[in-house]
């Protein structure tokens, strides 16, 4: 038999029923309770739950307590209860449970909130907080630390937020996940995306999210940036980036450039150096306005190093500048009428397709108004040689003897023809027997070494010592 004594020490319980009521109530000791003939112990004195300091505990359909704090008991004497509501108790004095609390969360340490770390909160239950603070079910906001987080039952923690760390020539890329204001309070739209280049610890807020961090690009002076905009946007000096307008980032502007979240980064761009002695020609080059000329052409001398702008290219490549001896020349043709000037330092129109000479010694850079042609070198003819020479405007052959010649503008060499017993009696005279077998003119031997007959130089006959010969001019019809 259940002895009626129950002797309850100090920090614990017990729980009672009345079997006449079915009504259970909570002895707490220190006391000596002596159980009545229509009540029931349910269980031997438990020790109160005490929580430690730092620390928490969440109960199940905890009690409703009044204004003072106490229990508030129904008409029966059963302590009421909020039914599937929930109670975060702390460290206060150790309580007991009382019928129907259930602990659903055992004794766990409060969360310590480091420093450059936050807490992002979401709210269950519309509430107000302690400073009269309404929020709605579904609110987010930052509990930033260092701190101690102390739970509320409205609240749930949804995510740790560390901060990210920004270094020298670094910057992080965030996007807004709902339309807020920024940490430097400008108003952001959702899936806004923008760039945080201060160096230090930054941390998101609670509608930011990091996407990436963007190393920036060194840049020197042999090295500079292709950029093209992804859509309109204003940059940082103000001016306004239409979608897939390109530009270039040198040095002179920037020594360390982190592109921005509308800007495509197209290609690293190398320097072209040009030699004293070098030139180049540059197609459609940017105009004052920074746009492409279509068509036009830009010649860049040395010594002289640049970077070429968007839309620029070279027509050639690097080129080096004609020197000429004083026995070469440059056979040039203008492309459009310009103006020049002559041997003698007098200025001359130069209408589009005139060709002219320009005699060494001298260094020529053909300006883009001007194709080269040929490069000239001066024949130089002993007085028993000769070349034939046409004049390409009359198409009249004349030879050329005895003398050091350059031809001019309008001058062309001439080619001979002759017939194929007459090319092998020559050679036949130079020995090369191959080409008396053939009947024809032949190709310089591999095996003889004998050249080809070059047909632009005069064929000479060679008059022996007090000989005499008659030559018959057939367009004269004379003989001399």
Known sequence: MEDPVIRIPPYHYVHVLDLNSNVTRVEVGPHTYIRQDHERVMFAPRRMVMVPPRHYCVVLNPVVRGPTGAVVLDGAGQARLRH?????????????????????????????????????????????????????????????????????????????????????????????????????????????????????????????????????????????????????????????????????????????YIPDVFEEVVAEVAVTTLGPRQYCVVLDPVGPNGQPQLGQQLVVKGEKSFFLQPGERLQAGIQDIYVLSEDEGLLLQALQTIKDTNEDGTEVTRRAGDRWLARGPLEYVPPAEVAVLERRRAVALADNEGIYVRDIRTGKVRVVTGQTYMLTEAEELWEKELPPGVEALLAEARGDTRGMDAGVHSSSSPDTGIPQRDRTRAITYQVPHNAAVQVYDYRERRAR
């Open 84 to 256: 599937a509501d929930l109670d975060i108790r702390l460290a206060p004095d150790p309580f007991p449970l009382y019928p129907g609390e259930e602990i659903q969360q055992d004794i766990t340490p409060l969360q310590m909130v480091l420093a450059d770390t936050a807490l992002r909160l979401r709210a269950l239950l519309d509430f107000k907080d302690e400073d009269g603070k309404k929020f709605l079910a579904g609110d987010e906001w930052l509990f930033e630390g260092p701190s101690t987080y102390i739970p509320r039952k409205e609240v749930e923690v949804a995510e740790t937020l560390q901060a990210t760390v920004i270094g020298h020539n670094q910057a992080i890329r965030l996007r807004a996940r709902k339309e807020c204001l920024d940490r430097y309070g400008t108003r952001r739209v959702t899936g806004e995306e923008w760039l945080v280049k201060q160096v230090g610890a930054y941390l998101p807020g609670v509608y930011e999210e990091v996407m990436d961090i963007v190393d920036a690009y060194i840049l020197t002076d042999k090295k500079a940036l292709h950029l093209r905009a992804m859509r309109t946007f204003e940059d940082e000096e103000g001016r306004v980036r239409r979608t897939g307008e390109e530009w270039l980032v040198t040095q002179a502007e920037s020594e360390a």
